[in-house]
């Protein structure tokens, strides 16, 4: 798994229900991200963090929430302010200036 | 916006070499090239990243050129489990990975 784990792998929920996706390195990588995508089309960033209890939003951040309390944890909320949270939702590890390792995604679909 | 431009697809023949080029004319001098590649509905794989220097690893060769205003990965015997969509990415390494569409490589048999 690269030492990243994402769960669940596919996540139903209904609209108008947050949704919180677990992220989880055990290589105690500084940094973490969160990115989104939707079919045939690149990774957009969603939120990232570089150190513990601080993060920055990313291109779309709206409609979604984090958190950084553990350097081996980065769970993303998708609120119900998002208007299309249907989704690939992909997060990534890396140590400062080297590369990312991703997880395996969690596909969440909204009905 | 990415900050490379990439072919949206190509084809190669299993067994033959896959060269995948990009054009980064915009690349700063602290900025790194940097090769990903995601098959179908997994996570994207690191394959390799270079600064000015030609680099060799156990998946691929890069190639940048000498005005780093452009590289080509090299996959040198392509088989059907390269198959997939390959981006590459101008990155300082201080910041986050900035994705463009890429480009769809299918190996065929």
């Known amino acids: 798994d690269g030492g990243i784990t994402q769960s669940p792998k596919y996540l139903f929920r209904k609209e108008g229900q947050n949704v919180t996706l677990s992220c989880e390195q055990n290589?105690?990588?500084?940094?973490m991200y969160w990115y989104r995508q939707d079919p045939g089309q690149g990774l957009r960033l969603i939120y990232y963090?570089?150190?513990?209890?601080?993060?920055q939003k990313g291109d779309i951040a709206e409609g979604y929430s984090v958190s950084r309390e553990k350097k081996e944890s980065f769970p993303l909320t998708v609120t119900s302010a998002q208007k299309n949270p249907t989704a690939y939702y992909l997060c990534?590890?890396?140590?400062?200036?080297?590369?990312?390792?991703f997880g395996q995604g969690t596909r969440l679909t909204v009905v | 916006d990415a900050k490379t431009t990439q072919p949206p697809s190509m084809d190669c023949a299993e067994g033959r070499a896959a060269n995948l080029p990009c054009n980064h004319s915009?690349?700063?001098?602290?900025?790194?090239v940097y090769w990903y590649r995601q098959i179908h509905s997994q996570g994207p794989q690191y394959i390799i990243h270079?600064?000015?220097n030609n680099e060799t690893n156990e998946m691929a060769s890069l190639i940048i050129t000498e005005d780093r205003k452009s590289s080509t990965l090299i996959l040198p015997h392509a088989t059907l489990r390269d198959t997939a969509v390959y981006y590459c990415?101008?990155?300082?390494?201080?910041?986050?990975?900035?994705f463009g569409k890429g480009t769809r490589l299918s190996v065929i048999a």
């Open positions: 990534a590890r890396s140590r400062t200036r080297d590369k990312a390792f």
């Open positions: 290589l105690n990588h500084d940094a």
């Open positions: 963090s570089q150190i513990v209890n601080d993060f």
């Open positions: 915009t690349i700063s001098g602290n900025e790194y």
């Open positions: 270079g600064l000015k």
């Open positions: 990415i101008v990155n300082s390494g201080n910041t986050p990975l900035v």
